[in-house]
Nanobody, 128 residues
Framework: VQLQASGGGLVQAGGSLRLSCIFS?????????MAWFRQTAGKEREFVAS????????FYSDSVKGRFTVSRENARNTAYLQMNSLAPEDTAVYYC?????????????????????WGQGTLVTVSS
């Protein structure tokens, strides 16, 4: 499995960005939970949002709830993170992650240890 994250960039506070994560490999995107994490220098990787394989179980960190929206488009093997009302504290490298599940009815977690595959990261910089 390979994950290709994109969509990061420089944006002013209050602005928006949409991150994309393209999934590829010899397995089905539909059988994977997806998540977004972020990391800044000197800090541990932080959970941002996650969605299960069916898109019926969604979690957000308190810091992004109400501003960010996670989604997936199975026909395009792509997961998205829509980020609105961005603030300087959202500045980080954002990573998408995938967890293979044996049932699409499983829920999704929020710990990085649960995810099997990781993208390379895309940098989001929010200026004040």
């Amino acid at each position: 499995v390979q994950l290709q994250a994109s969509g990061g960039g420089l944006v002013q506070a209050g602005g928006s960005l949409r991150l994309s994560c393209i999934f590829s490999g010899r397995t089905f995107f539909e059988s994977h939970n997806m998540a977004w994490f972020r990391q800044t220098a000197g800090k541990e990787r932080e959970f941002v949002a996650s969605m299960n394989a069916r898109g019926t179980s969604i979690f957000y960190s308190d810091s992004v709830k109400g501003r960010f929206t996670v989604s997936r488009e199975n026909a395009r093997n792509t997961a998205y993170l829509q980020m609105n009302s961005l603030a300087p504290e959202d500045t980080a490298v954002y990573y998408c992650a995938a967890q293979r599940v044996t049932s699409v009815f499983y829920t999704v977690g929020t710990s990085s240890r649960e995810f099997d595959y990781w993208g390379q990261g895309t940098l989001v910089t929010v200026s004040s």
